[in-house]
């Protein structure tokens, strides 16, 4: 079929009907080339523009001072410090959850990739409300730490002797962002890992390497792009987070606030160019992150088809 | 494996358990009064209502920015295809506080406002009436100002606008790999048989995309129904006209009222996974149908 149109078009030019008949007459190209332009340009590049236009509109040197305030810099600091601790963990999770799913049969395995994919699923509120529901002090770590006959007296003390606390502190936005993170590198592996297959470490294992040589020199450089992929795309949504870490942080300025926190403080002070310096941070990680992502891709495809 | 289960409980199960474990405790009515109470009810019908029209919205426009990035050529596509993500990639309270500087009446968007509200002259005479007014004269009894959208932010459209600009990538990326896998011949096929290019489309292209554009309208609602950063900059917030459920969780916590909280969150929890179920099984039924 295929090969027998082919022909027809090389005998009958490429204008010939059956050609025509599957391209779009120009004006339909056109127009609907146009709709998605606009549509695009009103929705996504709008927004992006008004965060730098609103940002910069008191100049230069407002913006700057807005930046280097030291709330904002506290700001700064938590924010990347959660991302430092929750996007090295995902990975790791997501590197031995898709060696797992990919590289072994057991049963239930459909059941474990849905439950991967979960958090996606949650709303950010609720992502935050049940890491309350557990830590908080009217939860499960709560009534432990006023229980009067406690499971493990010594424990029980050493918390409350430790003044520890994860809710309303920085433990609970570390948590709640490695929730909301948590699917991220494991969904990009799982797949990618599926498609490749495992005969390459069949192959390293009768030459006698051992598993970890195997991931080192056989694994891990078939994945890297696509692990880098995960880690920028996770790393994104740490930094950004907003409704999950806005219920567990407590919002204490200087101490409890990440970038997204702050901003909302700064805007319901009406201080909207500072609100606006702080989002155009973001809104600069989240272009840096495409441009990533877009070479990522792109190598990708260089090294799949070579 | 061992290590992925007990992450995966520690993190994510066991949390989420909490959460029913604690409405377990509540009382039939106890919960029925929390999930059902006239301003919860009114936060459903905003949340539901807005999420499903910024879904349909999506999924019309998602297909076409979908197809015109698959089969048309035109300079500047690689960036244009990067842009899609951009609401991934955008923290959510930054698109919130975006979108409401461009649609706040002092906005970007106020050059619009003569155009809907009409323009007098600073000697009273009337320039122009405003489309409101000649509505209201042609079809009265309805208040066109809300109906427009005349005040976009801190109203009910403002919420439609910021829950289409985050589910917008989910449409066009599930279409996307759908649709450079189809194959020209069955157009070709379909073109030889004397179809018109318009009864291939809607004949032969569209049926062979309905699995995944449902799929993608489906993963845009169910997040449109979570989303909370970028909506509350925007909403206004007036309780039982523009509040969204999410925010009421919020609201609830604030007062220390865990429980209804927790029976909220869980209503939403259960009819996202039911979502997340339907499009599981809808995946397997297309992956069935096609081999068959």
């Not at chain 1, 592996?189 to 056989?218: C, H, K, N």
């Not at chain 1, 880690?231 to 970038?259: K, P």
């Not at chain 1, 190598?299 to 088809?305: E, G, N, Q």
Request: net charge neutral.
């Amino acid at each position: 079929m295929a090969t027998t149109v082919t022909h027809l078009k090389a005998q009958l030019g490429d204008d010939a009907p059956v050609s025509r008949a599957t391209r779009d007459a120009p004006w339909v190209r056109w127009s609907l080339t146009a709709v998605a332009l606009l549509f695009l340009a009103g929705f996504l590049l709008l927004p992006l523009a008004a965060v730098f236009t609103e940002a910069l509109r008191k100049g230069l040197g407002v913006y700057f001072c807005a930046l280097i305030d030291a709330d904002a810099l506290a700001a700064i600091r938590l924010t990347l410090l959660a991302a430092a601790i929750s996007v090295p963990a995902n990975v790791v999770f997501g590197v031995a959850a898709a060696w797992a799913i990919t590289k072994f049969h057991f049963r239930g395995k459909n059941v474990l990739i849905t439950l991967i994919d979960l958090p996606f699923a949650v709303s950010p509120v609720i992502s935050g409300l049940i890491y309350v529901l557990v830590f908080g002090l009217q939860g499960w770590m709560g009534q432990y730490m006023n229980a009067e006959h406690p499971w493990l007296p010594w424990f029980q003390q050493w918390l409350v002797g430790q003044d520890f606390k994860i809710i309303f502190a920085v433990p609970g936005i570390v948590l709640a962002t490695t929730f909301v993170t948590f699917p991220f590198v494991a969904r990009e592996l799982i797949p990618l890992m599926q498609a490749q297959g495992s005969d390459e470490e069949y192959a390293a294992v009768t030459l006698g390497a051992s598993g970890w040589q195997i991931f080192r020199r056989v694994t891990l450089p078939n994945i890297k792009w696509g692990l880098f992929y995960g880690v920028i795309l996770c790393n994104a949504r740490a930094m950004g987070e907003f409704g999950a870490v806005s219920v567990v942080s407590g919002h204490i300025r200087g101490e409890t606030n990440t970038i997204p926190l702050h901003v909302e403080i700064l805007y319901n002070e009406y201080n909207f160019t500072a609100a606006f310096a702080m989002a155009s941070l973001l809104a600069l990680l989240a272009i840096f992150t495409l441009v990533l992502k877009s070479v990522i891709e792109w190598r990708y495809a260089l090294s799949h088809k070579s | 494996m061992g290590f992925t289960l007990t992450y995966l409980s520690l993190i994510v199960l066991v949390p989420l358990a909490a959460a029913f474990i604690k409405t377990s405790g509540m009382t039939w009515d106890a919960f029925v009064e929390a999930v059902a109470s006239p301003r919860v009810m009114a936060s459903y019908r905003v949340s539901f209502g807005i999420s499903l029209l910024a879904g349909l919205v999506n999924a019309f426009f998602g297909l076409i920015v979908a197809w015109v990035l698959v089969r048309y050529p035109f300079p500047g596509k690689r960036i244009v295809d990067a842009i899609v993500d951009l609401p991934f990639a955008l923290p959510t309270a930054v698109a919130g506080i975006a979108l409401t500087a461009i649609y706040a009446r002092n906005g970007w968007a106020g050059f619009l406002e003569p155009l809907w509200g009409g323009v007098v002259a600073p000697d009273g005479h009337v320039v122009h009436n405003g489309f409101v007014q000649y509505l209201g004269s042609i079809f009265p009894g309805v208040n066109w100002g809300e109906w427009l959208g005349l005040k976009i932010a801190f109203d009910r459209p403002g919420i439609f606008i910021a829950l289409t600009f985050i589910g917008l990538p989910f449409v066009v990326r599930t279409l996307q790999p759908v649709l450079e896998e189809l194959e020209p011949e069955f157009e070709e096929a379909s073109a030889t048989l004397g179809a018109t290019r318009w009864q291939t489309m809607h004949k032969v292209i569209f049926p062979q995309l309905l699995p995944a554009l449902i799929t993608g309208f489906t993963l845009s609602f169910a997040r449109a129904l979570g989303e909370y950063g970028s909506v509350v900059f925007i909403a206004g917030n007036q309780p039982l006209h523009s509040e969204i459920t999410p925010l009421l969780i919020i609201t609830k916590l604030e007062q220390y009222d865990y429980q209804g909280a927790t029976a909220i969150a869980v209503v939403l929890l259960v009819t996202s996974f039911t979502l997340l179920l339907l499009i599981n099984l809808l995946q397997n039924w297309t992956r069935r149908h096609q081999r068959a």
